[in-house]
């Protein structure tokens, strides 16, 4: 249990599978009070069972009313909120002229707008108090490119960019704001994908992992797994005719298009249209 942990109030979105339900077991684990969101209210009920929490909520986060109502929630039950990890996200796969027009504006909904609506009330919650930690999840697709995944990356580019600039200019406030990048994460959003040449897939768990060292020591961004991080790092310094040899080592333009499994994938994507 992390002593810098304990008896904070935090609040998850996305919060019933994957990194984010990962996350709120390592947090309440640690001695922390937390709360999850997530639309999928049959899921969220078997995690909030398995976590053994009390606070919850169904949460739309493209709804800025649904995020109030979500946090609202949050004080009445747990207390002024320490941490806000705004997680929920979507990742569909394909040519992007193939896209459907319905799952690009989720993606911008969920991907970007959550993140934003998740930040700007946090902010009006923390700033009164001068005491408070907005943690973005983003990907190392925020600041790297990868052909299958086109408006994915513009999203996450986006929540890295909005992150950094928060910081900045909320750096006297008490706020603090950190953006998390995974690399690919054996979660049900990258089921079916590729894999890159060289390189592994995260686990849940160390995304949580990451995230709770932030809580416990803040700081503008992590990137996991380190080596992936690193990679990603070259694609914004080296040239081009220095960086494409490297893609091409590790397969990078094929993952998420001829390296994917439709089958796979179909009950995620199938999901994400309608949830």
């Known amino acids: 249990m992390s002593s810098n942990i304990s008896g904070k109030v935090i609040a998850i979105t996305g919060g019933a599978r994957g990194i984010g339900f990962d996350t709120a077991k390592r947090l309440v684990a640690d001695g922390a009070r937390v709360a999850i969101g997530d639309i999928d209210e049959v899921q969220m009920k078997e995690a909030v069972t398995e976590l ?12 800025p009313a649904s995020f109030a109502e979500f946090l609202d929630m949050v004080e009445s039950e747990l207390g002024p909120i320490d941490v806000l990890v705004n997680n929920a996200g979507i990742m569909p796969t394909g040519w992007f002229h193939e896209e459907s027009d319905k799952i690009t504006r989720r993606q911008v909904e969920i991907n970007v707008l959550g993140v934003m609506w998740g930040s700007k009330q946090a902010l009006q919650r923390m700033l009164p108090r001068r005491a408070g930690h907005v943690i973005n999840i983003a990907s190392l697709a925020g600041e790297g490119y990868f052909p299958g995944v086109a ?7 986006a929540v890295k960019a909005l992150t950094e600039t928060l910081r ?99 009950a995620y994507l199938d999901r994400i ?3």
């Open 52 to 63: 053994d929490i009390t606070a919850y909520a169904r949460l739309d986060v493209t709804d």
């Open 151 to 157: 408006a994915y990356c513009g999203t996450k580019h």
């Open 168 to 266: 900045r200019e909320y750096r006297n406030s008490g706020v603090e704001f950190s953006c998390v990048m995974p690399t690919f994460v054996n979660t049900e959003l990258t089921l079916g994908a590729g894999k890159p040449k060289l390189l592994r897939n995260a686990e849940p768990q160390e995304i949580a992992d990451a995230i709770a060292d932030l809580i416990a020591h803040p700081k503008p961004q992590v990137r996991v797994t380190r080596l992936a991080g690193k990679v990603s790092q070259l694609q914004n310094v080296l040239p081009r005719r220095m960086l494409a040899p490297i893609i091409k080592v590790l397969r990078a333009e094929h993952v998420l298009l001829q390296d994917v499994d439709s089958n796979a994938r179909k």
């Open 273 to 275: 249209e309608t949830n």
